[in-house]
């Protein structure tokens, strides 16, 4: 059974930073693409990162290029999000999920596993 848990959110200033972690468990992930997406109230899921777990492929969601970085440590099956220059806009719940190919990653309907999320919140 997939287990994705994440942890790491909290409320931080804007500017600031941030670390989330997605500890993943119940099966071998080296196939699989992870992905962080994040759901502010009123709107729809949004994608943040992808990673290809073998290879260490990586995508970008427009806002976050250049200040989020999405990561991975293979003997801990966690996967990480750092997040710099935090801004309001980047206030939301943060979720980590599971997909076991690479294609349109973009698309939250594609994914297979969901972690129930972390809250962010950015302060002004």
């Known amino acids: 059974q997939v287990q994705l848990v994440e942890s790491g959110g909290g409320l931080v200033q804007a500017g600031g930073s941030l670390r989330l972690s997605c500890a993943a468990s119940g099966r071998t992930f080296s196939s699989y693409t992870m992905g962080w997406f994040r759901q502010a109230p009123g709107k729809e899921r949004e994608f943040v990162a992808a990673?290809?777990?073998?290879?260490?492929?990586?995508y970008y969601g427009d806002s976050v290029k250049g200040r989020f970085t999405i990561s991975r440590d293979n003997a801990k099956n966690t996967v990480y999000l750092r997040m710099n220059s935090l801004k309001p806009e980047d206030t939301a719940v943060y979720y980590c999920a599971a997909v076991i190919s690479w294609g349109v990653v973009t698309d939250p309907s594609r994914y297979d596993y969901w972690g129930r999320g972390t809250q962010v919140t950015v302060s002004s």
């Open positions: 990673l290809r777990w073998s290879g260490g492929i990586t």
